[in-house]
């Protein structure tokens, strides 16, 4: 008997299985895999400052050039508001009454002149749209002026301190921006000198308010501030910008801004700018007013950047979540690529081992079914032995009873009769052979393959075999097999209708009228063309207390040691391993039946064997 293999030791995987897989995989993680994650945060976090850092400072460069482009009109909107007034007191200071009435001075005036040159430049100053016109003498007293009859009237004011009157005076033009010491409101002066025989006799100003362009600014949205050559914030559409400084102020510029009262004694606190301006500084834009000395900044507004920046974070977030999302969906496929494999791998190793265990089982088996089988033969063999011995025992009789009755005949001459005699011991010598020979066959280990065995000879072999024992049972026997060839070893076919009949035999017992009946019909076996050979008898039919387990080995009713239950086991084995079949089944009109189905002969079968 072949030996089994080991079973092979079940499939081990350290991945898979082991006492520790989790820490295997956090160890896994500290080396190559926490650096991955850690390159890629640092990276994440390096495209987040980048891009957002881009989108901002695209944001910025959009804006500015927006601001810039207005900041452009809205210089040249104040430089028209100022410059449409640059004439006004060159023109008026023409007028022969203000030249007499300048000429004469504060306090040596007519008041009929005086009132008429009130008169006169109320009349101008309304018509021009400015905010003040007024006169004054060599000294600087006013000596008429259009708001003349207010209650803040400049009339006999002196601003001799003011530098656009001594500019006026000595250079012909004065041009200054302050806070007026009567009204309290800040204006634009532009100042030109009168003059009559050559001689400068007074200077004529005119003071713009140019709040209106704030308003202007105001209802743009636009954060805008002019600023003088000091850096301090005169005009602003945000009145708390109004008078700071943009830059700390020296201290001959403060006694600068004493002497001139330029804005009447206002504290000047450093201009503090909104942080959007402090963190990107490109978003306020200015450029110099160079005629005025003035500087006109805009102060764009840091929305559009904070929205830029805010649409770039949430994209970048949508991105990185992307990418991460396709990180860890390629991360798992390849986990489970390399868990597919490994399983595979581990299915292919359980596979072959089990293929080896199946083909060690098949091989154990054919070897006990071989054995199991001869076993049975010679067992059988002993049976079928004492009947054989009994056959034999009659010829051998008879032989001896013609040989002496020959030696007689010989003695006595009659030839005829010896020849007779011989005749007769051939035919009994050849009947003795056959049975012999039918011994041998039966009892020869038989392996073969399948060949064309014609059925009814198979059939009348087999009762044959058994003639005696029928004959002495006075058992009937019908036989109607159709001339077919069946594909089977000869030998093991007439070993399973042995069985058959031998086993039919010996349940009709104690039947009064014995009969066994062996028919063969057509049949299919798996699609194939079959003959179903059929052995039937009249005894007491199948007991239930077997009939389940009949082909089962060992499995048996006969008393006494008669039966060793591996008949029909080994019928059955026999059966299948050439294509056949065996069941058992009770007979219609009581008795067993017993249906042996076997694989015609085919076509090709049949080529290949002529
Ligand atoms: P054995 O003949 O040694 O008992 P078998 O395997 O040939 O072994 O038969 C097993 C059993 O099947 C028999 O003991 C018997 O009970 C039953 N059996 C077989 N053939 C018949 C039959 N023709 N009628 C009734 N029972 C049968």
Redesign the pocket.
Known sequence: MRRRNAPASPPTDPHLAGPFPFTARLRGMSTGGALALLLAAVGAVGIWVLAVGHAERRAVEAVAADARHRLEIYANNLDSAVERFDYLPTVAARDPAVAALAAAGFGHTDPVEVDRVNRYLEAVNASAGSAVLYLMDAEGRTVASSNWNRPDSYVGVDFSYRPYFRDARDQGVGRFYGVGTVTRLPGYFIAAPVERDGRRVGVLAVKIVLDALEDGWRTSHDAVLVADRFGIVFLSSNPEWKFRARRPLDPDTVTYLNETREYVGLDHPPLVLPRSLRTHPDLLVERGLSRYGWTIALAADAHPVAQAAATARIGLALLLLLALAIGLYVRQRVKRLREQRLAKAALDRAYQDLERQVEARTADLRDAQAELVQAAKLAMIGQVAAGVTHELNQPLTALRALADNARLLLDQGRQAEVSQNLTHIAGLVDRMAKISSQLRNFSRRSEGPAQPVALPGAVQEALALLDRRLKEARVQVTVDVPEVTVAFDPVRLQQVLV?LIR??E??TAGVAEPHIAITAVPALLDQRAAVRVTVA?N?????PA?RDR?FDPF????PGGQ???????ISLAIAQEYGGQLEARDGDDG??V?LLTLPLISVEHDDAIT
Do not use: I, W
């Open positions: 069985n086993n039919a010996d349940a008898d005894g007491p039919g199948l007991d077997v009949l499995v048996t009713t006969k039966g060793l239950g591996l008949g029909l086991a008795g067993a017993f």
